[in-house]
Nanobody, 128 residues
Framework: QVPLVESGGGSVQAGGSLRLSCAAS????????LGWFRQAPGKEREGVAT????????NYADSVKGRFTISQANAKNTVYLQMNSLKPEDSAMYYC?????????????????????WGQGTQVTVPS
């Protein structure tokens, strides 16, 4: 198991910013794939961004490129999602996910079915 603890959600006006944090624990491998996914009511879960802690490679959904940035803390077991220029369509429950994937598999493709470990989620609301 890889417990994940998320924080940083909230409500912000369109055009504003939020930063989400996710702390992973309980593993001894040197590298891990960490990612953020989101799900809005009535919609399927979609990938937002992933990062492979071993080399720092990242992958983003087209809808957030240029607005969101995923990064890792020096300890590499904490990942951040800096969200700028937020839009109402970014409103969703945001979930942190983790798994021991290869760098090539560490992507947002498919909404994350290949991730085994999930956090409880943190709500992000951008009123229209």
């Amino acid at each position: 198991q890889v417990p994940l603890v998320e924080s940083g959600g909230g409500s912000v006006q369109a055009g504003g910013s939020l930063r989400l944090s996710c702390a992973a624990s309980g593993y001894t491998y040197k590298s891990i794939c960490l990612g953020w996914f989101r799900q809005a009511p009535g919609k399927e879960r979609e990938g937002v961004a992933t990062i492979y802690t071993g080399g720092g490679s990242t992958n983003y959904a087209d809808s957030v490129k240029g607005r969101f940035t995923i990064s890792q803390a020096n300890a590499k077991n904490t990942v951040y999602l800096q969200m700028n220029s937020l839009k109402p369509e970014d409103s969703a429950m945001y979930y942190c996910a983790a798994d021991f994937l290869s760098p090539l598999a560490c992507t947002v493709v498919g909404g994350g079915p290949h991730f085994r470990y999930w956090g409880q989620g943190t709500q992000v609301t951008v009123p229209s």
